[in-house]
């Protein structure tokens, strides 16, 4: 027998490594596997997604205030073609259409955004709110309600009002966690009755890398090596302090969750066997998700950034890191404020080990990190630039957020792919393949035990694409954005993705090929349709427009001869 002493160390130990085990991703294995027939837990949500500022329109219509997007999208130069979201799928105008669509999806939930200066023109609560606005989410909301699709509700996807950011620097400033406070609790006011699923902040690493650092979406602007940390730090503590209100205020009567989406792309080492390239690939996704995510689950930033970014602002000869430090009261207070986590994912690139000098004027987000970012050519790279399909790294990065988070309960906020298509095509056959690949690498990942209660395809309609304007096309549902009615059309992808959700995932390989075929039989007639729709638009220009002109130019003309006549007469 041990002696009681030695029973202790072991019990110990084995404490010690089942908590490290529960904590080490393995970077070691990645097995592809084959495709996996099976279907997903009973309850699993399936949804589909937009935002605001690129679905809505209505850019200046009853009483919204600007926001940075309007601003932005209307300076020349910034957005492909010029293109901005004035008036984009409409969707302001559309909600019975739009709902129409998701139901003929059998869609459960919709996630879609709220406006902030469509609520309060200035950002500002005491200054005046939009009861007009306020009506619009609460048609919107009820309206999915009556037919049984839950909201899922966004309060911030980058449309910040245009006042804060000109008095204050937005979210280089930390008045916005005030504001953007405020904000919130009036939404929770308001719509919290109704709203059962909040999201305080998407991809808050946009808006810090490339709103604040590139300077490729508003507000534009090029603060290098320090704008961008700036403004995730004031964007984690505005996020805590909605967690906060919510959980002390409206928790109680209201009974919801409130969660942050954050873009996980995946960083796979080069060489699974090359520890250089095994903490580099980790590096890749710690400086992505682990950035904001580190903090909400663990208190702080991750130790890999805060050791890369100060030892290179010491480099520089600074006297303190240009990475943010967060005080012992903030760390706690910050912890442990997600009720589920919301994951945007549609990529991964490889990652290798490489080191970049920091000299006083090159340090930037992008060189802290030590690393260079690869593709496979083999990859299918059907629309976006960015945007390779490679589904297994879906499967990993879950299997990440599950080891270093602690399994948290997860909503897929965002996933899809897009095309970039001068003339219209409907049989999106490559959309088809990317959502089962992926949809299936997620049933995977659930199978090895990650807490996923939901997806979110992304993204139901063809809308604005920030700065690419509307060249590349996300879309489940086909908009035609030169008729200014703004017509939906399926894709060939909304039967597929319609027949996962019927049957909440993949029964067998026949049926699934069946769905395929059958999905891609029909989109052809529909291509036809839209191929008339042309036409269409010119006979409606023919009638609104040419018609009415020649009628009064007709009238006027007879009119004249009439007068002339009369005088000739007398
Ligand atoms: C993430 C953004 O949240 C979303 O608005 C955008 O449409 C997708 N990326 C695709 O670029």
Not at 387 to 399: D, H, I, K, T
Request: proline content about 4%; charged content about 20%; overall charge neutral.
């Amino acid at each position: 027998m041990l002696p009681r002493c030695a029973v202790g160390v072991c019990h110990v130990l084995m404490l010690v490594l089942c908590v490290s085990a529960a904590e080490d991703f393995d970077w070691t294995k990645n097995h592809h596997g084959s495709f996996y027939y099976g279907t997903f837990p009973a309850g699993f949500s399936w949804g589909a997604g937009g935002s605001a500022y690129q679905t809505e329109g209505a850019w200046d219509k009853d009483g919204k205030g600007l926001s940075i997007w309007d601003v932005f999208s209307h300076k020349k130069g910034k957005i492909q073609q010029n293109d901005t979201g004035d008036f984009s799928c409409e969707g302001y105008y559309k909600v019975k259409d739009d709902v129409s669509l998701m139901k003929e999806l059998r869609l459960n939930h919709y996630r879609f955004s709220i406006s902030w200066p469509r609520l309060l023109p200035t950002g500002i609560k005491s200054d005046h709110v939009n009861e007009k606005g306020i009506q619009y989410y609460d048609h919107l909301i009820n309206h999915l309600l009556e037919n049984k699709i839950t909201p899922i509700v966004t309060l911030y996807h980058w449309d910040l009002p245009q006042v804060l950011q000109e008095k204050y620097g937005g979210w280089q400033n930390i008045s916005m966690v005030n504001y953007f406070s405020e904000f919130a609790n009036l939404c929770f006011e308001r719509f919290g009755d109704r709203v059962k699923y909040w999201i305080t902040f998407n991809n808050p690493w946009s808006v810090a890398v490339e709103g604040y650092e590139t300077g490729e979406h508003a507000p534009g602007l090029r603060l290098r090596g320090t704008g961008a940390y700036r403004a995730a730090h004031h964007i984690i503590k505005a996020h805590a302090k909605v967690w906060h209100t919510y959980d002390t205020q409206w928790r109680g009567k209201q009974k919801g969750l409130v969660g942050i989406a954050l873009s996980g792309e995946w960083g796979e080492p080069v060489d699974i066997s090359n520890q250089k390239d095994i903490e580099a690939a980790e590096r890749y996704v710690q400086f992505h998700l682990g950035w904001f995510a580190t903090p909400i689950f663990h208190g702080d930033y991750p130790q890999v950034m805060k050791d890369f970014i100060g030892r290179k602002s010491v480099q520089q000869g600074l006297g303190t890191s240009r990475l943010p430090t967060f005080s012992p009261q903030e760390k706690s207070y910050i912890k442990g404020t997600c009720d589920f986590l919301g994951i945007g994912h549609f990529t991964t690139r490889y990652i290798t080990q490489k080191n970049n000098p920091s000299g006083r004027s090159s340090s930037n987000y992008f060189s802290d990190r030590d690393l260079a970012e690869l593709v496979d050519p083999r990859w299918p790279d059907p629309g976006s630039e960015w945007l390779y399909a490679v589904p297994w790294g879906f499967r990993r990065l879950l299997n990440f957020v599950k080891t270093q988070y602690g399994n948290p309960m997860i909503y897929v906020t965002e996933n899809g792919v897009s095309e970039k298509m001068l003339c219209t095509e409907l049989c999106d056959e490559w959309r088809i393949q990317y959502y089962k690949d992926y949809i299936n690498e997620m049933l995977k990942a659930i199978k090895d035990g990650v807490n996923v209660k939901g997806y979110t395809a992304w993204s139901l309609l063809d809308k604005f694409e920030w700065d690419e304007g509307f060249s590349e096309r996300f879309g489940l549902y086909y908009v035609d954005f030169r008729n200014k009615n703004k017509p939906r059309y399926p894709k060939a992808s909304v039967q597929f993705y319609k027949r996962i959700i019927s049957s909440n995932g993949f029964p067998n390989q026949r049926e699934v090929e069946n769905w395929r075929r059958k999905a891609v039989e029909t989109c052809s007639s529909s291509n036809q349709l839209l191929a008339a729709d042309p036409l269409t638009s010119h006979m409606e220009m023919v009638t609104e427009i040419v018609v009415p002109t020649v009628c009064t130019l007709s009238i006027l003309l007879s009119a004249i001869f009439l007068m002339f006549l009369l005088r000739r007469r007398n």
